[in-house]
């Protein structure tokens, strides 16, 4: 297993994206830590799938646009597990589409807490514990093409997420990689919630794949950066779309 005895902490992993993550770092041999806002099912019942292969993991709630939840996680999986190796920033969302016309300061400066500086948040408490390791940073296709429609803040804060990956891959090499994944269509509750079945149709026509893509499809991908496999990969920002943009 490429991660045996190494730590994870994934964010945003009630669901989805930050789910399959988790479930793929724990099949690699590492320990996880999921953080969830509201999705505890999702979280809790990873955990009784990991630990029942034989891993080790727990969940927590947190707000991690708060430092107090930010250091709630990190102090406890430092506890359990002794340190971190492995920071996956997954923690994002659109909220609500709005044009800039119709966009409130409050709403703009929510997507930007939620996307950007959460994992602002995250880095920074880690670090003091991460002496080695990777962090790979979800960001978007958004970040690269302006998004779509009412999905300007959005677009803008994953931008950054991919702006600080380059920035922090400087920083904080050679011990430290960052690398970031800009995934486009991907199936899940995101796209549920904001987009019309018949444009992710569409999209699956248009694309060179012919499909979306599936949170285990990221998860894979995720795995790979955060082993050494990835040993000579940082502050890459790498599509992970089907071929629907080339960048």
């Known amino acids: 297993m490429k991660l045996e005895g190494k730590t994870a902490i994934v964010t945003g992993a009630g669901r989805d994206i930050g789910r399959a993550c988790a479930m793929r770092l724990?099949?690699?041999?590492?320990?996880?830590?999921?953080?969830?806002?509201?999705?505890?099912?999702?979280?809790?019942?990873?955990?009784?799938?990991?630990?029942?292969?034989?891993?080790?993991?727990?969940?927590?709630?947190?707000?991690?646009?708060?430092?107090?939840?930010?250091?709630?996680?990190?102090?406890?999986?430092?506890?359990?597990?002794?340190?971190?190796?492995?920071?996956?920033?997954?923690?994002?969302?659109?909220?609500?589409?709005?044009?800039?016309?119709?966009?409130?300061?409050?709403?703009?400066?929510?997507?930007?807490?939620?996307?950007?500086?959460?994992?602002?948040?995250?880095?920074?408490?880690?670090?003091?514990?991460?002496?080695?390791?990777?962090?790979?940073?979800?960001?978007?296709?958004?970040?690269?093409?302006?998004?779509g429609p009412g999905a300007v803040a959005y677009a803008t804060s994953k931008g950054a997420v991919m702006t600080m990956t380059r920035g922090l891959a400087k920083e904080l090499g050679p011990d430290i990689r960052v690398n970031a994944l800009c995934p486009g269509m991907i199936d899940t509750d995101f796209h549920n919630i904001f987009t019309k079945p018949e444009v992710r149709k569409n999209v699956e026509n248009a694309s060179p794949l012919k499909r979306q893509g599936s949170p285990e499809d990221i998860g894979n991908l995720v795995a790979y950066l955060a082993s050494e496999e990835s040993a000579f990969i940082t502050g890459a920002n790498i599509d992970i779309n089907g071929g629907m943009l080339f960048s």
């Not at 590492?30 to 727990?58: C, P, Q």
């Not at 709630?72 to 609500?96: H, M, S, Y």
């Not at 995250?122 to 514990?129: D, E, N, Q, S, T």
């Open 26 to 147: 724990a099949e690699e041999g590492a320990n996880v830590a999921l953080n969830y806002f509201s999705s505890s099912e999702g979280a809790d019942s990873a955990v009784a799938e990991i630990t029942a292969a034989g891993g080790k993991a727990f969940a927590l709630q947190g707000d991690l646009n708060s430092q107090a939840g930010v250091d709630a996680l990190v102090a406890r999986t430092v506890a359990e597990f002794g340190g971190v190796d492995i920071l996956v920033n997954n923690t994002g969302g659109l909220i609500a589409r709005k044009t800039i016309a119709e966009m409130s300061l409050e709403h703009w400066n929510a997507v930007m807490d939620l996307n950007l500086t959460s994992t602002f948040l995250m880095v920074k408490a880690c670090l003091p514990h991460l002496k080695s390791g990777a962090i790979v940073n979800i960001a978007s296709q958004a970040g690269r093409d302006g998004g």
